[in-house]
């Protein structure tokens, strides 16, 4: 009788084994590419955006910050609630890693007007009311800054007039001072949508990569950079 009952068990033995999910770490972040794709190109609904090539510290960074619960997305602080810190670095890395092709989105139409605003405060900022330019900390080309400035090229522009809304909504923060918190309070909601349509009609470069480190200098404070 027991040795029935073990020649009965060992085909479904072996059938468990060989459907053991793998150990590995693109199925322990299915969860992570299942929004932002196998690779990190980003989803396809403007608002999961692309994490192939951006910074590794930013994206651990914006780990941390849902962990701590500055960012506020319900998704995503339930999933990173459980992870270490090492976990979250070697996640980070993975995808700061990738080199995939940007994926096109489609921009809202602009005014002659709100063209012109939105290049003013990408390139040059706006001195008057203390808004440096977006260039100014995430690089000439847009690209970002290593290690820890993510690029606005390629981004839709759901997702950075959503994540500029956060700032001034008080759903997306980071440690003190938090820089962008004070740039987003000196904007207007026009200003927001201006910038956000320009910064995501602009070209993604043949050199899509961050700037070296300590190749900008910030003109304000910002605690993600030690500052």
Avoid at 28 to 34: E, G, N, P, V
Avoid at 94 to 113: I, K, L, N, R, W
Avoid at 166 to 184: E, F, G, K, L
């Amino acid at each position: 009788m027991r040795r029935w009952f073990l020649l009965v068990l060992m085909p479904f033995a072996a059938l468990a084994q060989e459907s053991a999910v793998p150990d590995t770490l693109a199925q322990r972040i299915a969860a992570c590419t299942s929004c932002h794709g196998e690779r990190g190109e980003g989803g396809d609904n403007g608002f999961n955006p692309r994490l192939a090539g951006k910074p590794a510290g930013y994206l651990h960074r914006q780990l941390q910050d849902f962990r701590r619960g500055l960012r506020h997305y319900p998704i995503m602080e339930h999933m990173v609630a459980p992870l270490t810190d090492d976990y979250m670095r070697e996640i980070a890395a993975y995808f700061a890693g990738q080199d995939v092709p940007y994926a096109t989105h489609p921009t809202p139409a602009m005014s002659a007007e709100a063209k012109a605003r939105g290049e003013q405060l990408a390139t040059k900022g706006d001195p008057a009311r203390g808004v440096p330019a977006c260039m100014a900390c995430h690089g000439p080309e847009l690209t970002g800054v290593q290690p820890d400035t993510p690029g606005l090229v390629g981004l839709p522009y759901d997702y950075v007039s959503a994540q500029l809304g956060s700032w001034r909504t008080d759903t997306r923060n980071t440690v003190a001072p938090d820089c962008m918190a004070t740039i987003v309070s000196r904007l207007t909601d026009a200003d927001i949508s201006a910038v956000s349509a320009w910064l995501a009609s602009r070209p993604v470069p043949a050199d899509a990569k961050a700037a070296d480190a300590g190749s900008v200098t910030p003109p304000l404070r910002c605690g993600v950079l030690g500052g």
